[in-house]
């Protein structure tokens, strides 16, 4: 029983993943970034599927397949494809579930009064490209609390276990290794 499905950078041909079908019924999570996808026709019905990941694909329309195929989807990602138009958006208005929706780097955020007109269009979303309508970011989601996450500890790892254990070993090769202690600090 999968639950969490990532075919990133995988190949789609026709619209369509091969193996991917309506045997994965216990899918929640699905991820298909970068698999040159131009249309969700070929879809199959995922009744428990919540989060989507679409991006950077060149999707550009056909969008009411989702609510056909996936009604519960409570997250959904359609950052970097062709999406140009409000009347491709509008198919979405049939998730009721939906409560955010990224559409990074489309061609319509280039729109003018872009969220505005998104947040009216769809008032069952709360989050639009990760913030909601008065530009607060979205807490509680689990990919921004892990994103964020990484980032500070990237941030620590750098300073604590990223390139001084280099120099560390650089310390054992050397005799002096305090002095290169006090340097690598400077250094950073």
Known sequence: KVTELVLDNCRSSNGEIEG??????????LSMANVELSSLAKLP?????????LS??????GLEVLAERCPNLTYLNLSGNKI?????????Q??????????FNCEITNLEDYRDSIFELLQQITYLD??????????????????EGDE?????DEDEAGPP????????????GSDLGEGEEEEE
């Open 20 to 29: 991917l079908n309506d045997s994965f019924k216990e899918l929640e999570f």
């Open 45 to 53: 019905t995922l009744s428990k599927l919540r989060k989507l990941e």
């Open 56 to 61: 950077d694909n060149i999707i550009s329309g």
């Open 84 to 92: 140009k138009d409000l009347g491709t958006v509008e198919a979405l």
């Open 94 to 103: 049939n998730l009721k579930n939906l409560k955010s929706l990224d559409l």
């Open 130 to 147: 990760g913030f909601d309508q008065e530009d607060n970011e979205a807490p509680d989601s689990e990919e921004d609390d892990d994103e």
């Open 152 to 156: 500070e500890d990237d941030d620590e």
């Open 165 to 176: 254990g280099e120099y560390e070993e650089e310390d054992d090769e050397d005799d002096g």
